[in-house]
Structures are given as C-alpha cells and as structure tokens.
C-alpha cells in the first residue's frame, strides 16, 4: 500500500487568503498610467517656470489641438500593438482619407456623409492590413510597410500631387468639428470620447480581453477557442478606422486635402503609445497611456519653439525624449515586477 | 490484478467507464504511433499512462484531446460511440485537458486566465469583472489551492501556482474527464505536493483523472490503476497499489534485466524496506 499523506488525506489546506470583495480594475489602470501623467505635468510645469507665455490657454489648446491627430492614431495603434502586431500604414491611411474626403466634398457630396465614407475608407485599409498579415501570413511589420507606400501613392495619384481645395469653409461640418465646441477644439473633443469609448473596449469588453489574450500568448487564445484570425483582423481594422477618423478630423480643420500629410506619422503613433505604456510584446496595452503619450510629444514639439530650437534639431530632440520615456518606464516596470515578486513569495 | 476506483474498493465491473477507447490505431507517415491500444477511465478514479519516450503516451493524449485523432478504432463516452475530431468536440463531450506547456497567458491576472476565451460578459459584451473574480475565488476554495490574489500576473506566480491556474481552468466547463500531461515535471517537491494535492481533489469531485507522468513516486502516490504504454501497444495494466517499481519499470522497458530495475529491486530489499519511486 502506498502512504498517501503527503497527497491529500489530511483536511485541504485554506486558501492562503480569504476571498476579498472584487475591486474595480480601474484603480490599476490609472496607477498603470500615473508615470506617464507625472512627466507631462512635470513637462509643462518645468517648461512653463522658463517661459511662462507657454501656460496661455491659447497655447495649451493649440499643443492639444494637435496632439488630437497622433493621439487618435495612438488610441488604434494600442489595439494592434497589444496583439504583437505593428501598423505602418496609418501615415499613408491618414493622407488618404484625407484626400478622398475632399475630393468626395469637392465632388457636391455632403461633407457628413463624406467624412463617415472616409472613416469607413480607413477600417476597410485596416481590414485589407489585417487580411495580409493572417490570411497571407507576411507579418504585419512587412505587410504595412508595402500598403504605408501603395496608400501614400493612392493619395498622391488620386489628387494629381496637388492640395484639394475649393472647399466651403463655411459648412457646418468645418465649422463645428473643425472649430471650437465649449472652448476646446473639436479634434480635442473627439480625442476624449475616442480615448473614454476605446479604453472600456480595451479593458471592460470581449473583444479586447481577446485582443490582450492573443498578444500574450496566440497558442494558448486558440486553445480555448478564440478565433485568433479574426480577433486580428478586427484589430487591425480598428487601427485603420481611427486612422480614418484622424484624417478627416485633420481635413475639417484644414478645409483641405494634402496628400503629402501624414509622414513620419506612424512612427509618432508608435512612440505615443509605447510611451503611454503599450509594450512591444504585447499582452498589454493602455489607451489612456497613448493619448497622454502623444500629449508629451506635442509638448516637446511646442516647447522647442519656445526655447527657439533650430527646426533641424526638434526631431533629435523628439527621439531623444522617446528614448528617456521608453527607459524610464522600463525601468519603473522592473521595478513594479520585482517588488511584485517578492511580496508574493 | 483488480482495478480500483477512486474510494480504493474493487471495482464491481457493472461501472461503466466515463471514457473508454479500444483498438485505436494512429500513423505519422511511415511510423505506426499506437497500435490497437485500450484505455478506460472510470468517474472518480485517477489513471496514469506511463511509458517511455516514444511509447505513445502524446499520441494517445492528442486522439482523447481532439488535437490528433485516432486512424481507427472505437471511442466510447458514457457508454455512447463518439468521434473526437477537434478540441472543441472534445472539451463539448466534457473532456478538458491541461497540455505541459500549460497553454497560460503570463502578463494577464489569474482570473483572465482561468476564464481565457469563456469570459462572463453583461449582455454579451461588456465583461463582468466581479462575477468572474467572484467564481474564481470559489472556485480555487473549492480545490484548496494556494493562491495569493486572483488579480496579479500569473508570470508571478510560482510552478504549481501556475499549474493549479491551469487545472482549475479545465475545470470551469465542468468536464467529467481531466487530461493531465505531465502535471509536476519541472517542478519542486512542495509544489508536486500541492499538484498532487489538487489531482486527489479532483477525484474526491468524482472526475475521471487521465495522468501522464514519467515519474513513477507520482504515479504510485496518487493513482489507482497504471496502465503502460510501450512502442504504441499496451504493455500491462496494474493496480497503483499493489504494484512495485520494478514491475512498471519492467514493464515501461520491456525486460527487467536493465541497471534500473536492478537498482530499484536492490532498493525495495533494502534493510529499511525503503521502496522509493524511480523516474523512468
């Protein structure tokens, strides 16, 4: 006979502790994205202190205002990022929608439904992204490096090289969405309803539980049964719907459709949202975090300006700060797992 | 020798086995993988399949799992012939199984683990956080399992922390067949214990336990009958109880004339009658 004591004949051992009342996850979240909200206020205080005109209200609408653009491909770029996926094309989207749309306006179409058109252009390129990357299996690095030229190119063929004008100013689309509601800018309004809406999706929903599961483990997703494939396509897709919505945010305050816009976007998009805590691995990701990251790159940006930093230099700059960002928040997170580690053990 | 249920009475014989398999056959190309092998498992009782590398033991786990199914031969589930095409067919029949790679999802918490791809949703869509937490937590008191919060990575947590996640995973679509492939390799001597803690748990719940192991202490410490596997054809059936090291690794080897089985013969002699698991 086999002793068996060691294996469970003696009452069951307690639960090392009790179950406590389930919390709300929102308090992790925002402790998640603390970090990042302390550099930006740090950011403006200290750039502030030496330039106080930089506290106008004007200005800080206005570094808003165009912070709203990345900050919208930011809030698209989390949900491919957190699947370990990568969206290259959104600069090329961006100028795209923002053609089409004003091409769309120019033709006698209602710049309302021409703006919902140009959304729906941007998730339809986001779906064809989606669709190489599973279907055709090229990694999404590759597959939105070929479509960021074929869309870049569609742009410039579509309005001959040339800015589409000849649009009146004076509708209300461009004066509502492109102008101020309550104080703020519209991009400024859409950014936050885009960030609040995204960030329940991310983290209060189905969709983006799969997301954050395949990101972190894709074998184990399809395991238990999640339609992997699909849950990337529609990442994917949702990534090149806030391109669409950026760019015709950008075309209703512009009043105008330039194809050569939206260049080194992407990789501004990306920097946000590794900023705001999305990591490279995937698994994970923050929507709050990528608006606020794409806050501090507009800061940057404004606060150069005012310390009259040759133009040359302002890209410098930026990577600069990328870099110090993205080593100060691993170096928080290391620290965050290792205290994590041993209060556990 | 006379199988045992999970109670450790005989077996009358009139249970019918929850799972049973006979004559199952499966080829890879050129290579014969199991050849008109048996297996059964009972509700409430805990089976280890034991074999050496290459015996077949993946191979028979894949055709019970959906992940590989059997070329031919017959599968029974609650005494009813059923195909096993897929892993969704399996985990629908009731079937779970809890793979060696664990198959978790390090950077998500505990409770996003445990519900990976069945989340608790409100109008089936917005998840809800606090009935998932909730039944975690119930859950996990159920099994005894030492877990320290439901909300923190399972990358921090320890091996069988992790592997007790994973198990109590297969549990949520209340399966009535636990698959477990190699639930305490890598792992330390107290974490065994709290895994084979947790396979006793099983059993008490009245499941039907399928237990791949290689090492035999395990296998003698918490299941009733052994059934060895060797080059893709059963090799014996034995009593978990009754039986010695040196018969399963005679049987896993197919000679008893090899250094192990002499060495564990030597050691069951022994002055203190010290009888003590080999890993085979």
Redesign the interface.
């Known amino acids: 006979?086999?002793?068996?004591s060691?294996?469970?004949?003696e009452p069951?051992?307690?639960?090392?502790?009790a179950?406590p009342p389930?919390?709300?996850?929102s308090v992790?979240w925002l402790r998640e994205e603390a970090g990042v909200l302390v550099v930006l206020v740090a950011l403006v205080v200290v750039v502030g202190a030496f330039q106080p005109d930089f506290w106008l209200a004007d200005n800080l609408t206005e570094i808003a205002r165009q912070s709203s653009y990345i900050g919208i491909l930011a809030i698209g770029m989390v949900f491919a990022l957190a699947m370990r996926e990568v969206d290259l094309s959104v600069g090329g989207t961006y100028a795209l929608t923002i053609v089409v749309g004003a091409l769309l306006i120019r033709d006698g179409l209602s710049p309302w439904i021409a703006a919902v058109v140009a959304i729906a252009i941007g998730g339809f390129l986001g779906f064809l992204n989606g669709l190489f990357t599973t279907y055709v299996q090229v990694p999404s690095f590759i597959a939105t490096l070929g479509t960021l030229s074929l869309y870049k190119g569609l742009a410039l063929a579509l309005s001959n090289g040339q800015q589409v004008g000849g649009l009146d100013q004076d509708h209300p689309f461009f004066q509502v969405i492109g102008g101020t509601i309550l104080g703020l800018p519209g991009a400024v309004w859409a950014l936050v309803l885009s960030a609040a809406l995204m960030t329940?999706v991310f983290t209060?929903?189905?969709f983006?539980?799969?997301i954050?599961?395949v990101g972190?483990?894709p074998?184990?997703?399809a395991?238990?049964?999640?339609p992997v494939n699909r849950v990337r396509i529609k990442a994917l897709t949702v990534t090149g719907l806030f391109a669409g919505v950026s760019g015709v945010l950008a075309l209703s305050f512009f009043v105008a459709g330039d194809p050569t816009v939206g260049t080194g976007y992407e990789l501004m998009a990306i920097a946000a949202a590794i900023i705001g805590g999305t990591p490279l691995r995937g698994?994970?990701g923050s929507v709050p975090g990528a608006v606020l990251g794409s806050l501090i790159l507009s800061v940057v940006a404004a606060s150069l300006v005012f310390f009259s930093v040759p133009i040359n230099w302002t890209t410098f700059a930026t990577g600069a700060v990328i870099l110090l960002a993205v080593a100060l928040d691993s170096l928080l997170r290391r620290a965050r797992?290792a205290r994590?580690?041993s209060t556990?053990? | 020798m006379t199988a045992t249920t999970g109670a450790g009475r005989p077996s009358t014989g009139t249970d019918a086995p929850v799972l049973s398999m006979t004559g199952i056959n499966k080829r890879f190309g050129a290579v014969q993988a199991l050849t008109d092998v048996s297996f059964s498992v009972q509700a409430g009782e805990v089976v280890a399949l034991v074999g050496d590398n290459g015996a077949g033991k993946s191979t028979l786990v894949k055709v019970m799992s959906g992940a590989g199914p059997a070329d031919s031969g017959e599968i029974l589930f609650e005494g009813r012939p059923v195909s096993i095409p897929s892993p969704s067919a399996s985990q629908n029949l009731g079937i779970a199984t809890v793979f060696q790679d664990l198959a978790l999802c390090d950077n998500l918490d505990v409770v996003g683990n445990l519900f990976l791809g069945n989340e608790v949703t409100i109008g089936g869509v917005a998840l809800d956080e606090a009935e998932m937490e909730k039944r975690s937590w119930e859950l996990l008191r159920t099994l005894a399992a030492k877990i320290p919060s439901v909300r923190i990575p399972v990358a921090s947590l320890s091996g069988g922390q992790r592997q007790t996640v994973a198990i109590s995973r297969s549990l949520l679509g209340n399966p009535k067949v636990v698959i477990l492939d190699e639930p305490t390799a890598a792992l330390g001597v107290a974490q065994t214990a709290q895994v084979l803690n947790l396979v006793e748990r099983l059993r008490d719940r009245g499941l039907a336990v399928v237990l791949i192991s290689h090492n035999m202490a395990d296998v003698q410490a918490v299941a009733d009958r052994v059934l060895v596997l060797r080059l893709g054809r059963n090799a014996g059936e034995f009593d978990a109880r009754a039986v010695s090291s040196t018969e399963l690794v005679a049987a896993i080897t197919g000679a008893s004339d090899n250094v192990v089985a002499e060495r564990a013969a030597r050691e069951h002699r022994g002055p203190a009658g010290r009888h003590e698991g080999t890993n085979a």
Not at chain 1, 1 to 4: E, K, N
Not at chain 1, 6 to 9: K, S
């Open positions: 006979m086999t002793d068996r060691a294996t469970g004949t069951p051992p307690a639960v090392e502790s179950a389930p919390r709300r996850r992790t329940v209060r929903t189905r983006g539980a799969q954050r599961a972190s483990n074998d184990a997703a395991f238990t049964g999640i698994g994970t797992a994590r580690r556990s053990s």
